[in-house]
C-alpha cells in the first residue's frame, strides 16, 4: 500500500541524503591542492653564498637591477585537504585551490615527484644556456656556463635563467642592463631555440613578484588573462613569446619606447 507523503515531509526527506553527503565531504580528504605565493630568487645574484649564473670561457659585465624568478609553494601529493580549506581558499586572493592532477601529473611517491621536478629544472637549465648561446650567437663549447639554484623543482625559471645569461655578457647590446636597473620578475619555460611557454599559477606568483619589490613581470602571453586576474596595483604586465621578444620588450621599456602589454 502506497503512502502519500506532505510536501514538508517529503523536503525533509529528500534533504537527508544531500546533507549527509556534506557530512562526509566536510571530513573526507579532496582531491585538491592548496597553493600560495611561494620565494623569489634574483638570477644575477647569490643563492646560499654562490652565484646564480657562473660564466667562463668569455668576458662577463657587472648587472644592475635584479631579475627575479617566482614560484608557488604548493600542499603536497599525499596532504589532506578538506572542504573548509577548499572553501576558505575561494575566498582568498592569496590562495589558489587547484586539482591535484594538475599540480602533480606524474603522481608517485613524494620523492619520486621531487625527483621529476629536480629532472625538470636541470633539463630547464640546459634549455635556457642553450637558449642564451645561441641568441647571443655564441658557441657552446667556448662558453661555460653553471646555474645555481637549490631548494627550486620544475622548469618554469627558464626564461630567467636565459635573461640572466644574457644580461650578464651583453646587457642591452648598448653598454646598459635589461633591467634598466630596476627589479624585473617573471616566470616561463623555454626551449633551446628561444621558444617560451606556460607555466600555471601565474597569478599567484605576481604576488610574490610584487612583495619582493618588482614593478614588471614577464608573462607567457597564453597566461595574460590569468595574470590580470588578481594583479597587484603597480605591478605592470609584459607578454612574450620567445626570448627575443622578451629581451626586445626590456629594451624598449629601457629606453622609454612602447611595450607591449596584456
Given at each position: ?9 517529503a ?9 549527509a553527503?556534506?557530512g ?5 580528504p ?12 634574483n638570477?644575477?645574484?647569490n643563492?646560499?653564498?654562490t652565484?646564480v649564473?657562473s ?5 662577463t659585465?657587472t648587472?644592475?637591477?635584479e631579475?627575479?624568478m ?11 585537504v ?19 592532477d594538475?599540480?602533480y601529473?606524474?603522481?608517485g611517491s613524494?620523492?619520486?615527484?621531487e625527483?621529476?621536478?629536480l629532472d625538470d ?13 645561441n ?12 646555474l ?19 644580461d650578464k ?7 646598459g ?8 620578475a617573471?616566470?616561463?619555460t ?5 621558444e617560451?611557454?606556460?607555466v ?16 614588471v613581470f ?8 590569468e ?14 613569446t ?12 629601457e629606453?622609454?619606447?612602447k611595450?607591449?602589454?596584456c
Amino acid at each position: 500500500m502506497l503512502t502519500r507523503l506532505s510536501r514538508p515531509r517529503a523536503l525533509v526527506l529528500c534533504a537527508l541524503p544531500v546533507l549527509a553527503l556534506f557530512g562526509v565531504a566536510a571530513f573526507a580528504p579532496l582531491p585538491f591542492t592548496l597553493a600560495q605565493p611561494g620565494s623569489t630568487a634574483n638570477v644575477l645574484g647569490n643563492d646560499h653564498g654562490t652565484p646564480v649564473i657562473s660564466i667562463k670561457g668569455t668576458p662577463t659585465r657587472t648587472t644592475e637591477g635584479e631579475l627575479r624568478m617566482t614560484t608557488i609553494v604548493a600542499t603536497g601529493p599525499t596532504a589532506d585537504v578538506g572542504i573548509g580549506d577548499v572553501i576558505d581558499s575561494w575566498f582568498r586572493t592569496d590562495r589558489a585551490v587547484l586539482p591535484r592532477d594538475s599540480v602533480y601529473p606524474t603522481g608517485g611517491s613524494e620523492k619520486e615527484i621531487e625527483k621529476h621536478n629536480l629532472d625538470d629544472m636541470v633539463k630547464s637549465q640546459d634549455s635556457a644556456v642553450d637558449a642564451a648561446l645561441n641568441y647571443l650567437g655564441k658557441k657552446p663549447g667556448s662558453v661555460d656556463v653553471t646555474l645555481h639554484l637549490a631548494d627550486v623543482g620544475g622548469p618554469s625559471a627558464g626564461l630567467f635563467f636565459a635573461l640572466g645569461i644574457v644580461d650578464k655578457l651583453d646587457g642591452d647590446g648598448s653598454g646598459g642592463d635589461l633591467t634598466g636597473g630596476h627589479t624585473v620578475a617573471g616566470t616561463g619555460t623555454i626551449q633551446a631555440n628561444g621558444e617560451v611557454g606556460a607555466v600555471g599559477g601565474v597569478s599567484l606568483k605576481t604576488q610574490a613578484a610584487h612583495r619582493d619589490g618588482a614593478t614588471v613581470f614577464l608573462v607567457p602571453k597564453a597566461e595574460c588573462r590569468e595574470a590580470g586576474a588578481e594583479l597587484p596595483k603597480g605591478l605592470r604586465l609584459i607578454p612574450v613569446t620567445t626570448l627575443k621578444n622578451a629581451v626586445s620588450s626590456l629594451r624598449a621599456l629601457e629606453q622609454g619606447h612602447k611595450v607591449p602589454s596584456c
